[in-house]
Every structure is written in structure tokens, then in C-alpha cells.
């Protein structure tokens, strides 16, 4: 049986992944710190650990195991990185991938969006500091896997994650004022938007896995919104007949705002993953959430 060894598999997307992997079959450990719930039982081994700290003695049992994949969706420092490189011995990993993120990116996207050569960490250099943004801890944890993991890695770079079961509830926010007809600000109109569906990133991992691509990759839908496509759906999901949408830098924007500019799943596409489209999962998602909100 294959083994599989999680960091952070207790909720959203990581618990999909879990749950993804335990139907193909797979030995799921999952290492936490105990302190969160979850619905996986006994169907999964427990490891009690603090995954930011190197001293834990979580750490000695899961080295004492052979793990065909790891995946990491907790690291977001070079720190995090370098435990993983000094703690774990890369010989008795099959594949290690790591949660990276659209904010790699710095700057205005390209027309089809940033593509994977719009950052290469193995050209980054960077002052280590632990005061970074999230954005900068990603590129560090890049650049230090880079350099000091030797074994089989992928870091998947993921836009904004949706589902109706995101605890973040960045679409929920949408929803809910659209619905009160509060206003939803936009940090600007000519922003361009990717997502991937929460419940895709399972599928994604597994063809990874199968496929042994290593490297960084982006993960998204292949389609991308305009603000006025996003508006759009949001209009139609919600079946208002307006919105209360603004445009002012003096006030906070809605929570997707940072996050508008795109990136390109062309690599995965040329890989021979079929990526969905946005259309097909995107107005669903709205209509699901706007019954959830009216309940």
C-alpha cells in the first residue's frame, strides 16, 4: 500500500485531498497539532507535531517511515522550508509537493496571464527575515526548496482556492452584501481574476503524482474573468437586478481584490491534464451559496 503523509489535512482543500487519496487506496497520515476537528476518524494515522518547530519529537517518527508522497500545505516561510529539509530525509520521500501561490507573481500579468517562468526561484536570492508578507514567504520557501531539497518536488501555485465550504468565505462576502445590497468595492475596474475549484485540486495531485512532474506549476481553471465577467456572474447566481459596486482606494476592498491578476494553466494543459473551465463550475457555486445565505 502507498503511503501518503499530509500537513495540514484537516480542513478545506487539504481535507479534499485526504479524503481524494484515501479513496485511491492510499496510507494517509496526517500530522497536526491536534487542536483542529475534522470528519477523517480512524480513517487516517495521526501524528501530534508542530510543523513550525524543528525540535518537536513528532518529527523522529515520521522519519522513521517511507512516505511515496508528501504534501505540505502549511509552509509559508524559508523556516518552514529548512525544517522540512534538516527533519525529513528526502531519500525516503517519493514526491514532495508543496502549497505555493498566485503571489509568487509581482507586477502586471501578461494578456494569458503569469506563467511559470514569470518567477524562477532558482534564481532568487533573498535577506532571510521572518516579516514578510505571504507573498514573499512563498517565493522564500521556493527558493530555499530549490537549493536544499534533492529529492522528486512540485510546487503548485494556486490563485484564489473556492468551494462552498471555504472557511475564509472570500465568495461568501460577495454573496451576502450583493444579497443586502451593501456595497462591494473594487481596488479597480480593468481587474483580471483566476480561481480553481477546491474540490480540482485532489485530481490535480494525483495526476502530478502519476505523471512525476516536478518543478513549479500553476494550478487554475482555464478561463479568465474580467471584473465585468465576475460581476456578471454574480448578478445572474444571485438573481438581483443590481449590484452596489464602487471603485474608491480610500476605502478597503472586497477581499478578492488582491488577488486580480491572472495566471496561466497552459503548462498543466500541455502536461495532458484537462483543466475545467470556469463556466463550469463558477455560476454553480454562486446560485449554491446565494440559497445558502437565503436559508
Known amino acids: 500500500m502507498k503511503k501518503m503523509l499530509v500537513f495540514g489535512g484537516t480542513r478545506f482543500f487539504g481535507q479534499k485531498v485526504?479524503?481524494?487519496?484515501?479513496?485511491?487506496?492510499?496510507?494517509?497520515?496526517?500530522?497536526?497539532?491536534?487542536?483542529?476537528?475534522?470528519?477523517?476518524?480512524?480513517?487516517?494515522?495521526?501524528?501530534?507535531?508542530?510543523?513550525?518547530?524543528?525540535?518537536?519529537?513528532?518529527?523522529?517518527?515520521?522519519?522513521?517511515?517511507?512516505?511515496?508522497?508528501?504534501?505540505?500545505?502549511i509552509s509559508f516561510t524559508w523556516e518552514d522550508s529548512k525544517i522540512i529539509c534538516d527533519q525529513l530525509d528526502a531519500d525516503n520521500i517519493g514526491h514532495y509537493l508543496f502549497t505555493s501561490s498566485l503571489a509568487v507573481y509581482e507586477g502586471a500579468a501578461p494578456e494569458a496571464g503569469f506563467t511559470e517562468k514569470d518567477?524562477?526561484?532558482?534564481?532568487y536570492n533573498f535577506t532571510p527575515t521572518s516579516d514578510v508578507s505571504y507573498g514573499e514567504g512563498k517565493r522564500q520557501c521556493e527558493s530555499y526548496l530549490e537549493t536544499n531539497y534533492h529529492g522528486l518536488k512540485t510546487?503548485?501555485?494556486?490563485?484564489?482556492?473556492?468551494?462552498d465550504d471555504d472557511y475564509t468565505e472570500r465568495l461568501h462576502y460577495y454573496v451576502r452584501h450583493a444579497l443586502q445590497n451593501e456595497e462591494i468595492?473594487?481596488?479597480?475596474?480593468?481587474?483580471?481574476?483566476?480561481?480553481?475549484e477546491a474540490s480540482e485540486i485532489p485530481?490535480?495531485?494525483?495526476?502530478?503524482?502519476?505523471?512525476?512532474?516536478?518543478?513549479?506549476?500553476?494550478?487554475?481553471?482555464?478561463?479568465?474573468?474580467?471584473?465585468?465577467?465576475f460581476l456578471s456572474r454574480l448578478l445572474s447566481g444571485t438573481e438581483l437586478s443590481s449590484l452596489n459596486i464602487c471603485y474608491d482606494l480610500t476605502q478597503e476592498a472586497a477581499p478578492l481584490s488582491?488577488?486580480?491578476?491572472?495566471?496561466?494553466a497552459a503548462y498543466l494543459t500541455s502536461?495532458?491534464?484537462?483543466?475545467?473551465?470556469?463556466?463550469?463550475?463558477?455560476?454553480?457555486?454562486?446560485?449554491?451559496?446565494?440559497?445558502?445565505e437565503r436559508s
Open 185 to 196: 468595492n473594487f481596488k479597480r475596474q480593468d481587474g483580471r481574476y483566476s480561481f480553481v
Open 18 to 73: 485526504v479524503h481524494h487519496f484515501l479513496d485511491l487506496g492510499y496510507d494517509v497520515t496526517i500530522a497536526t497539532r491536534g487542536k483542529s476537528t475534522d470528519d477523517l476518524g480512524e480513517l487516517v494515522n495521526r501524528v501530534v507535531l508542530d510543523r513550525s518547530d524543528a525540535t518537536h519529537p513528532g518529527w523522529a517518527s515520521l522519519n522513521k517511515e517511507k512516505w511515496d508522497v508528501v504534501f505540505d500545505n
Open 271 to 292: 502536461l495532458g491534464y484537462q483543466t475545467s473551465q470556469l463556466d463550469d463550475w463558477f455560476p454553480q457555486l454562486i446560485r449554491s451559496l446565494t440559497i445558502q
Open 119 to 123: 518567477f524562477d526561484p532558482t534564481n
Open 203 to 229: 485530481k490535480v495531485i494525483q495526476f502530478i503524482v502519476e505523471n512525476k512532474t516536478s518543478g513549479p506549476l500553476n494550478v487554475a481553471s482555464d478561463e479568465i474573468y474580467t471584473t465585468k465577467d
Open 155 to 163: 510546487y503548485l501555485r494556486f490563485p484564489v482556492v473556492l468551494d
Open 258 to 264: 488582491k488577488y486580480d491578476e491572472p495566471l496561466s
